[in-house]
Each structure stands twice: as structure tokens, then as C-alpha cells.
């Protein structure tokens, strides 16, 4: 369901729930997406259109599809919840 050759960026705030974090791993691992692959927060400076934003807030997990515009601007569609 996901391509593990896209870049996959972690919001910080996954990081504040230890649970949280443990699962969002689990995710990464199970969908094989490399260990260089991921990041802390969004960098517009190596995002490309399709990567993937994982974002979260209180107990939601909600992952992202990146699509970069012109001028450092990007648009996401929500394609899962976790």
C-alpha cells in the first residue's frame, strides 16, 4: 500500500507519546521504508511529490501524501490513519 522508496517526514509532535512513537516505528518497519528514508519534521528542501508526511495530534496518527507546487509551497492529501 505504501512505497517504501519515498521519503517519509515525521511531525515532532509524534515524538511527545512514547506509544505514539513506538507505533509509528512498527509502521515504518513493516512497510520497509529505510532508516534514511525518514525525517524529523518536513523539509521542503528534499520533499518531493509523493513522499509522505506523518502528522499527529492528541491519539490520531494521520499520514500524508506530499505534492510539492512552485515557489517552496505544497498541497497534502490524507490517504490513511493509523
Do not use: W
Request: aromatic share 10%.
Amino acid at each position: 500500500m505504501f512505497d517504501s522508496s519515498k521519503h517519509v517526514f515525521v511531525s515532532g509532535s509524534c515524538f511527545s507519546d512514547k506509544v505514539i512513537t513506538k507505533y509509528i516505528q512498527n509502521f515504518l518497519e513493516r512497510n520497509k521504508f529505510p532508516r534514511e528514508n525518514i525525517s524529523e519534521g518536513l523539509d521542503l528542501g528534499i520533499a518531493l511529490t509523493g513522499d509522505y508526511l506523518i502528522r499527529c495530534n492528541g491519539g490520531l496518527i494521520t499520514i500524508f501524501e506530499i505534492e510539492i507546487k512552485s515557489n517552496n509551497n505544497f498541497v497534502t492529501k490524507r490517504i490513511a490513519e493509523l
